[in-house]
């Protein structure tokens, strides 16, 4: 069975890159433009792995990662934060995520990093 990757980003371009990069990969993907689309797919189906910008149009990343980290159902799910304009080291000391990364990023070393945490 594929492991299902949750992208919860904004930006369209940015989210289709990171699709088809995952599908490409063999992964599930579900993208999400908000928290709310994002907070609707976790009520269906729990992921493997959450891709996580910290600015969203409805709300804040960090907030979410937060969320998911103080819930006993989701804290085990990996979380990767990104960040383009935000200081990530800001941003860790905020939020309990287990990678963070900046945009724009090298995709191999994305693809890589997703590797890292949903393979057994």
Not at 42 to 50: A, E, G
Not at 55 to 72: F, T
């Amino acid at each position: 069975m594929k492991k299902c990757i949750y992208v919860v980003e904004d930006n369209i371009s940015i989210s289709e890159i990171i699709e088809f990069l995952l599908v490409e990969e063999m992964y599930d993907v579900i993208t999400c433009p908000n928290t709310r689309e994002f907070w609707l797919q976790m009520n269906k189906h729990l992921p493997d792995m959450v891709v996580l910008d910290v600015m969203l149009p409805d709300g804040n990343g960090i907030d979410v990662c937060s969320q998911l980290k103080a819930n006993a159902l989701t804290y085990q799910i990996p979380v990767m934060m990104m960040s383009a304009g935000n200081n990530l080291y800001k941003v860790k000391s905020k939020c309990a995520a287990e990678d963070f990364i900046n945009k724009p990023f090298d995709l191999n070393d994305f693809a890589d990093r997703i590797e890292k945490y949903v393979t057994n």
